[in-house]
Structure formats: structure tokens, C-alpha cells
């Protein structure tokens, strides 16, 4: 008798345990997602699965606590510090920028990002020449797709334009066989012009004189938050400062601007945040060139100095409108050729 009176005083308190701890789990006030709403399996926010959401936030939380902000806790032991490590609340500068990725994607949406660029017009993106170059060859224009109007990786929104490339132009000196890249400098020329929508797809003005050391910049790029680590979703800034490298002043001479965050050498670039801008008072100044082991050594960041090569930029621009006028102009031609054959024949 005592026996079961004692297995069902366990069996209920068993039963009142389970009912305590499954309504904490879903208590909005005690749960355990990062954005205290209420955790659901079948939870989509726009298209994005809630599963992928929560590990992403996971992965920001060491960058929320660099940042002092509230969602960070004590306990994190890793520190995230590849590009800059913090996402202002409002990112007025990811409206200038656009992703590079591949022909197609693996799985899913942004999972085939390889590089960045500028919007410098409607039909012109600025890149690093090193990421249009696959092996040793040139890539095709069917290769690259250029997506606009995003500031996180994996998320598709109304805001979002996915543009495809007719024209690949690298450097015609461009070279990796030096310790840094030379001439790093390429353009892509949209089958159609971007649609200027503000605050989220916008030209930048390039810079219109010679960087000045001190000046204080930001880079922005979706590279890899660490050296082996994932990339991130949303992009991520780095508030830089040009410099210039003592042991070898030469280095950030002949078309280089050097930039790098004087109170934390291990802010860098790192893959993926190739070709993507430096921005200096709402100004295009340099492009992503390269970066050493991803924040791993103390050294600057060394970007494509677009004021350097802003002559072969625009050369580069109007050859492309050149060529599109003389498309044009063939037609009309054929066009009319084919009126006067039909004139003729009549």
C-alpha cells in the first residue's frame, strides 16, 4: 500500500516538473531565443527559416558583446573581430554595395557569395580584378551574378535585385606575382541598369582626390567572420583609418591605400570581403585588394586606391557605352539595309 501510494507521489510530481519546465520553454519572458519571442518549429520570416535565424544570432552574439550590447552574455568564450565585428542599428552604406556570386547557388539563397563591388552607376559595378579571374582566365559574364539591395547574405527581400553581368573588364596589368596584387582593379557592365531605390540600392561618387593618412573610413563585406569560420548573414562594417606601414612606406604608394584600426590590428579583411569598398566621407576610395591571414598578423588592409585608377575607370566606362552606342547604331544600320533591300524588291 505504501508502495504505490509513494510510485504515484512520484508520477505526479514527475508529471508537475515536465509542465513547469515546457511552460518556461515557451514563456515569451524566459525563453531561450535571442530575440525573446517565442520559439515556434514552424516560425518563417520572410522566407527564412527560423532554425537558420537562431544560429545565426548565436553566431553574432560574441560580436553583440564586443559591442557592449544587451543580448550578449558572460560566458562567451570567442570574440569575433574579422571586419570590424559590429552591424550599426542603421547601415546607410550597404545601399552603395552589391554581392558577387556565382552562376548558381549550391542550396540555398546567398550560399554562393564569393565577392563584393560598388554600384558606381547604373550599369557599372567596381571590383577587385583578382575576383573576376578564375584559374588564369577571365571569367565569363554568364559566370557572375551581381545581386543588389541587400544588407544580409541569405535573405531575399522586395528590395532585392539580382542583375545579370554583359561585359567582364580586368586590368590589363593586373598581376599576383609580387607580394601584393598589382593593378587590382576590374569593372562589370550590367546587362540593365540598376534601379535606384534609396536606402537600400544607390551610386556612390568615387573620390575626387588623393587619400589623406588619418583620414578615418569604413569597410563593409560579407567575408568570414574568422579566419576558418562561417560568413556572416548580414554584413558587417570595420571603421578603419588610412595609414601608412613604417617598415616599408612604399607599400601603400603606387596605387594601394592602406587602412587599419589603430587600437585592434586584428580588424581585416577576409575571404569574401574581396572587392568590396572602403568608404571615406560618403566617398568610394578604395576597393578590398587583400588582407594577411585574416587578422591574424599586425597588418593594414590594402585596398585598390580608386582615385589611383580613376582615369582608367572612366576610360573603362566609356568604352562600354561605346560599345553598347555602336550595338545600337549596327542595328539601325541592319535595319536599314533591310528597308532598302524591301524597297528595292518592290
Same mark, same amino acid.
Given at each position: 500500500m505504501y508502495s504505490s501510494?509513494?510510485?504515484?507521489?512520484?508520477?505526479?510530481?514527475?508529471?508537475? $516538473?515536465?509542465?513547469?519546465? #515546457?511552460?518556461?520553454?515557451?514563456?515569451?519572458?524566459?525563453?531561450?531565443?535571442?530575440?525573446?519571442?517565442?520559439?515556434?518549429?514552424?516560425?518563417?520570416?520572410?522566407?527564412?527559416?527560423?532554425s537558420?535565424?537562431?544560429?545565426?544570432?548565436?553566431?553574432? /552574439?560574441?560580436?553583440?558583446?564586443r559591442q557592449g550590447k544587451q543580448n550578449a552574455t558572460e560566458d562567451d568564450e570567442f570574440e569575433f573581430l574579422i571586419a570590424g565585428g559590429y552591424r550599426p542599428k542603421?547601415?546607410?552604406?550597404?545601399?552603395?554595395?552589391? #554581392?558577387?556570386?556565382?552562376?548558381?547557388?549550391?542550396?540555398?539563397?546567398?550560399?554562393? *557569395?564569393?565577392?563584393?563591388? #560598388?554600384?558606381? #552607376?547604373?550599369?557599372?559595378?567596381?571590383?577587385?580584378? *583578382?575576383?573576376?579571374i578564375m584559374g588564369e582566365k577571365i571569367m565569363e559574364p554568364n559566370e557572375i551574378t551581381?545581386?543588389?539591395?541587400?544588407? /544580409?547574405?541569405?535573405?531575399?527581400?522586395? *528590395?532585392?535585385?539580382?542583375?545579370?553581368?554583359?561585359?567582364?573588364?580586368?586590368?590589363?596589368?593586373? $598581376?599576383?606575382?609580387n607580394k601584393l596584387p598589382e593593378n587590382d582593379i576590374g569593372i562589370l557592365k550590367l546587362k540593365d541598369e540598376i534601379t535606384i531605390n534609396e536606402g537600400f540600392v544607390n551610386i556612390i561618387p568615387m573620390a575626387d582626390s588623393e587619400p589623406i593618412i588619418g583620414t578615418k573610413c569604413t569597410a563593409l563585406g560579407w567575408g568570414k567572420i574568422t579566419q576558418y569560420g562561417p560568413p556572416p548573414d548580414e554584413v558587417l562594417s570595420a571603421d578603419l583609418i588610412i595609414t601608412e606601414v613604417e617598415e616599408d612606406k612604399s607599400a601603400?604608394? $603606387?596605387?594601394?591605400?592602406?587602412?587599419? *584600426?589603430?587600437?585592434?590590428?586584428?580588424? $581585416?579583411?577576409?575571404?569574401?570581403d574581396s572587392g568590396g569598398p572602403l568608404f571615406c566621407n560618403n566617398k568610394l576610395v578604395g576597393v578590398l585588394s587583400a588582407g594577411v591571414s585574416c587578422g591574424q598578423t599586425r597588418t593594414p588592409i590594402f585596398f585598390s586606391d580608386v582615385y589611383y585608377y580613376r582615369k582608367w575607370i572612366e576610360n573603362a566606362a566609356v568604352s562600354i557605352r561605346r560599345s553598347s552606342s555602336m550595338v545600337t547604331i549596327d542595328k539601325l544600320m541592319l535595319l536599314l539595309l533591310a528597308i532598302i533591300k524591301l524597297a528595292i524588291t518592290l
Open positions: 501510494k509513494f510510485i504515484v507521489s512520484i508520477l505526479i510530481l514527475a508529471q508537475f $516538473s515536465l509542465n513547469t519546465i #515546457s511552460g518556461q520553454w515557451n514563456n515569451e519572458n524566459t525563453d531561450n531565443r535571442i530575440d525573446g519571442t517565442a520559439y515556434d518549429n514552424n516560425d518563417v520570416d520572410k522566407g527564412t527559416d527560423a537558420l535565424e537562431k544560429l545565426l544570432s548565436l553566431n553574432y /552574439r560574441t560580436l553583440d558583446r542603421t547601415n546607410l552604406l550597404v545601399q552603395f554595395m552589391v #554581392s558577387l556570386r556565382t552562376e548558381k547557388q549550391f542550396g540555398y539563397f546567398g550560399d554562393n *557569395h564569393y565577392c563584393a563591388g #560598388s554600384i558606381i #552607376s547604373k550599369k557599372v559595378i567596381l571590383t577587385a580584378a *583578382h575576383c573576376l551581381v545581386v543588389a539591395g541587400i544588407q /544580409r547574405r541569405l535573405l531575399k527581400t522586395a *528590395h532585392t535585385q539580382i542583375l545579370a553581368v554583359e561585359k567582364v573588364i580586368v586590368h590589363s596589368k593586373f $598581376s599576383l606575382k601603400c604608394s $603606387s596605387g594601394l591605400v592602406c587602412a587599419w *584600426h589603430e587600437n585592434d590590428l586584428e580588424i $581585416s579583411g577576409c575571404e569574401g
